[in-house]
């Protein structure tokens, strides 16, 4: 329950960061008409790299980190990277609904796993709850289309390369954010140039206006988000806030069915049930839950 303007600043806040996170998918199908899949990436991160750095130096932000936190931001630029590229991969090869239901299903698994194995984080009968529906959600996704596709299978992926980003920008909690995503961008657009160089793909299909307006407003979003999402969570609970980053997956459909009629069948949207469900409880710590119930009924 929201109890004060503080509150509810920050949870608008990340409701804007769900809503900016949907419109990834039809931002990406636009740009892929005018870039390949690589080269879609690197656009991405070299706007938002190149926006970064005017606040930098607007602002006079000092980029110094020690070593080991400089290692860190630029792990996070490559993981960032490695997430888009899948991404992206996965939107322009099946529905936006399922690249992002699939994503979730990927982070879900992947940042319990890591939230034992790194920072030993208990592993409660909930989230394992949260990690079979999770697992069951994906079956029925992929059932009801009849095989684990490409797309299913980038999308999964990059859920995993998102829960070891989420890792990464935890250990980088309590360091300015913009410094960085002035690491994050910086890397991942130097990772990515060199590979859409390298790779054989078509970089650049056909040059034109929409695909590069969308170009701008995507790295102008990437930006934003982060910020959204640093105000959220600084003013707003964690575990309630990531329930309502887990509102991108109502968010995606709608755009995917009004923007391309992509309409989800009965098991498609007993998958997105689940998936939905699933990153509900592995965010919800129902301790913390019990103990307010309970302080509450002595009152």
Not at 22 to 37: H, N, Q, Y
Not at 86 to 115: E, H, K, P, R
Not at 226 to 242: A, E, M, P, T
Request: contains cysteine.
């Amino acid at each position: 329950m929201i109890k004060n303007i503080k509150e509810l600043s920050g949870a608008s806040a990340l409701f804007g960061a769900a809503f900016i996170f949907a419109t990834f998918g039809p931002l990406i199908r636009e740009m892929a008409s005018m870039f390949g899949d690589i080269a879609l990436a690197a656009a991405r991160f070299i706007m938002a790299a190149i926006i970064v750095l005017a606040i930098i130096i607007i602002k006079r932000t000092p980029l110094g980190l020690p070593r080991n936190q400089a290692l860190t931001a630029c792990l996070l630029g490559a993981a960032g990277a490695v997430t888009l590229v899948l991404f992206t991969i996965a939107v322009n090869n099946t529905t936006i609904s399922g690249s992002v239901a699939m994503l979730y299903a990927g982070v879900i698994v992947s940042s319990l796993i890591i939230g034992r194995v790194a920072f030993k984080e208990k592993l409660s009968s909930i989230k394992f709850l949260a990690v079979a529906l999770a697992l069951c959600g994906l079956f029925a996704y992929s059932q009801s289309l009849g095989i684990l596709s490409l797309g299913l299978l980038t999308a999964l992926s990059s859920g995993i390369f998102e829960g070891i980003s989420n890792a990464l920008r935890k250990a980088l909690s309590k360091i300015d954010r913009i410094t960085v995503m002035a690491y994050q961008f910086g890397i991942g657009s130097l990772l990515l140039l060199i590979t859409t160089i390298a790779s054989s793909e078509h970089a650049i299909k056909e040059i034109s206006l929409l695909p590069i307006i969308s170009t701008i407003i995507f790295g102008s979003l990437l930006v934003c988000v982060n910020y959204l999402l640093l105000y959220g969570f600084k003013r707003f609970d964690v575990n309630i806030g990531s329930v309502i980053l887990a509102t991108e997956l109502v968010f995606s459909t709608i755009f995917g069915w009004l923007l391309f009629n992509e309409i989800p069948n009965s098991g498609e949207l007993f998958g997105l049930a689940l998936i939905f469900l699933a990153a509900v409880l592995s965010s919800i710590d129902f301790k913390i839950i019990l103990k307010k119930s309970a302080l509450l009924h002595k009152k």
